[in-house]
């Protein structure tokens, strides 16, 4: 639905694209949509997966783009979408990434990116839950964010960041992402914390 522009990751979505996909989706475009990219130099989006049932193995991907709309007072009509180059995992040791980024795992060759779509966002207090399509590994699963603010609610006047930790746990067996069964854990933690910046047209 959301498409980048060419030319890399790092890239924000155009406005035109942005403002179409969110009329697809259904959000009232009556209503002005602030639109924000993704601040990479501020955002990180980490992993958390058992091994041999005695500790933890922690990752990162390096390469991530996306972006939010947003309409002030209306959480319910925020869309957002983020995309992660599967190319760009890290996980301690080049060993390790290659082995994460190779076709037991991620397959980055065959399935080079990793993203996420939202569908619907909820908002209780401080607790927004932002259900949504994840595609992993050419499968794509029904996931729940569930997310906190870290910046000044509504955003700032001055036109600054919109900070969110948000967090899920998936399966990668869900993904077709079953190799080393006996030794690396079924259950993936993903913990994403995102700021936000106005888009520059």
């Known amino acids: 639905m959301f498409s980048l522009k060419a030319g890399g990751m790092r890239r924000s979505l155009s406005i035109p694209l942005f403002?179409?996909?969110?009329s697809v989706a259904g959000a009232p475009m009556a209503r002005a949509a602030e639109v924000f990219d993704l601040d990479p130099a501020r955002s990180s989006i980490t992993f958390t997966i058992g091994v041999l049932g005695l500790s933890h193995r922690n990752g990162r991907?390096?390469?991530v783009a996306g972006a939010l709309a947003r309409t002030a007072g209306r959480p319910?009509?925020?869309q957002v979408m983020v995309e992660i180059r599967a190319a760009s995992v890290e996980?301690?040791?080049p060993g390790c990434d290659?082995?994460?980024a190779g076709p037991h795992f991620f397959d980055a060759a065959r399935f080079p990116v990793v993203s996420f779509q939202s569908r619907k966002v909820t908002a209780t207090g401080d607790v927004i839950r932002v259900a949504g399509d994840l595609t992993l590994h050419g499968v794509t699963r029904a996931v729940i964010l569930t997310a906190q603010r870290r910046s000044p609610e509504p955003a700032p006047a001055?036109?600054?960041?919109l900070a969110f930790t948000a967090s899920t746990t998936v399966r990668r067996s869900d993904f077709n992402m079953s190799s080393y069964r006996l030794a690396v854990?079924?259950?993936?933690?993903?913990?994403?914390?995102a700021t936000f910046v106005p888009h520059l047209q």
């Open 61 to 63: 991907f390096g390469d």
């Open 158 to 161: 001055d036109g600054g960041p």
């Open 91 to 93: 996980c301690g040791s």
């Open 76 to 78: 319910q009509d925020d």
């Open 19 to 22: 403002a179409a996909a969110l």
């Open 98 to 100: 290659q082995l994460v």
């Open 185 to 193: 854990g079924d259950f993936v933690t993903l913990t994403i914390r």
